[in-house]
């Protein structure tokens, strides 16, 4: 664990701010996007910094919220009263009203005075929502005369959005960054050349999963072959793959249960539509219970089904749970910015399956399998030879939980994002301390 002075050149700690849709709050959590906010943000606090979070937060919320050094700012609530759907409902408004009303209270309310007083701040901003919100504030901070002392990075996580994006203006206003080496590569046929610094675990994604709670799972799915999918309904995550491989496996004898969570997309439809055409019984039972005790609910009145439809949000335990009890994690995507759910899965020392694009961190055959292309067979085949080799998948776990710590959100603030900070010219001074 590493923290950081200025008391070489007698400067204050530098402010961060951290700009994003989404946040804490379950009505600001649709994703990915969430956790790595929350995570990164936990992780600058848990460092010492005075951290702001802006996020479009949960209406019936106080606006603003402090805990500790990180204080969470909820933007557009006025907005969200009439948008009850979550944070991306009325997204177009609550991107203007994010775009305009925010970047000079955050000037004229909090740098300025910092700023003023001799401090130096950084600002995040993530995905495209954010990006004129960056070309605003960077406009008022020169004509305030106060640009040189922020320093302003702007990161995509995905390719949504980017046709949207004047990535001319957005490259002279703000460092740009983004999650692995295939978005770089991805991102300069826009005439950018973004830096790479990579997705983030919280701390407490490596907690093992509760003993008793893994072995009322084991119990529950005795003698079933458990494939677990979370992600979006979306054809990029090759959900019909992972419909072909339980199918693959059925009709060899075995007993697969495949535990799907999806969302709300309409390529669910077609997913389910496959599954039925596979010749698999699906069933969603429901629980009135969250989390863990929601999870094992459901698997006890999932019978001989081969489909197990999870309707309830997982929580980060039951998440937990779920990856570390199954014979593997289907986290397949034929096109993947980063792959964090196959990284969760390795820290909760599950099986990940990935399929090959942006998980910078997978080595195949080492800490993950990876699936180069769209045919069961191939997966029969290398996880087959997985599943004989008992010494061989307990190396994998471990050899996947030895990846994930080297991707928590404290070692790649450490790594990847303060070094990038530092290289800036009223940083001279600011050295690395052990503690």
């Given amino acids: 664990m590493w923290t950081y002075s200025m008391q070489a050149c007698g400067s204050p700690r530098p402010q961060f701010h951290l ?7 379950r009505y600001s959590r649709a994703g990915g996007l969430a956790s790595r906010i929350s995570g990164l943000s936990g992780a600058l606090a848990a460092a010492g910094f005075e951290t702001h979070l802006w996020f479009v937060g949960d209406p019936e919320l106080p606006g603003e919220e402090r805990r500790g050094p990180l204080t969470l700012h909820r933007w557009c609530q006025w907005i969200s009263w009439y948008h009850p759907g979550g944070v991306y409902d009325g997204e177009e408004g609550k991107r203007r009203d994010y775009a305009a009303s925010l970047p000079p209270f955050l000037l004229h309310h909090v740098l300025r005075p910092h700023l003023r007083a001799g401090g130096r701040a950084v600002v995040l901003a993530e995905e495209w929502q954010t990006a004129d919100a960056v070309l605003h504030l960077d406009w008022l901070l020169r004509g305030a005369g106060l640009r040189d002392a922020v320093a302003v990075f702007w990161n995509a996580n995905n390719t949504f959005g980017f046709d949207r994006v004047d990535w001319r203006r957005l490259a002279r206003a703000a460092t740009i960054t983004t ?5 770089r590569y991805t991102m300069w046929s826009l005439g950018v050349d973004p830096v790479v610094i990579p997705n983030g675990l ?4 490596l907690r093992p999963p509760d003993p008793a709670a893994l072995g009322m799972l084991a119990r529950l799915t005795a003698g079933r072959l458990v494939l677990s999918k979370v992600a979006r309904w979306d054809p990029d995550k090759r959900w019909l793959l992972a419909v072909d491989i339980a199918a693959a496996l059925k009709q060899q004898g075995g007993r697969p249960l495949l535990v799907a969570r999806g969302g709300v ?8 539509a496959r599954m039925v055409a596979a010749g698999l019984r699906v069933v969603d039972p429901r629980s009135d219970r969250s989390g863990v005790a929601g999870l094992l609910e459901v698997l006890g009145q999932t019978g001989s089904a081969d489909v197990l439809n999870l309707r309830q949000p997982l929580d980060a335990d039951a998440r937990q749970l779920l990856f570390r009890g199954s014979g593997v994690v289907l986290a397949n995507s034929g096109r993947e910015p980063f792959g964090l759910v196959g990284l969760e899965a390795m820290a909760a020392g599950g099986v990940a399956c990935l399929g090959g694009t942006g ?3 997978a080595v195949p055959g080492w800490n ?3 699936l180069q292309g769209n045919d069961p067979t191939e997966f029969l085949q290398i996880f087959g030879r ?7 998948e307990r190396a994998m776990r471990q050899a996947g939980r030895t990846t994930a710590r080297h991707f928590a959100w404290p070692a790649i603030v450490a790594r990847n994002l303060l070094p990038r900070v530092l290289a ?11 503690v």
């Fill in 179 to 183: 999650v692995s080496r295939y978005m």
């Fill in 386 to 392: 997985l599943e004989r080799n008992g010494a061989a």
């Fill in 202 to 205: 919280p701390s407490d994604a």
């Fill in 424 to 434: 800036r010219p009223w940083a001279v001074g600011w050295v690395p301390q052990p």
């Fill in 19 to 25: 700009l994003a849709f989404e946040g804490p709050d």
């Fill in 359 to 361: 998980e910078d961190y």
């Fill in 265 to 272: 997309e309409a390529h669910g439809r077609e997913v389910m």
């Fill in 368 to 370: 993950a399998l990876v």
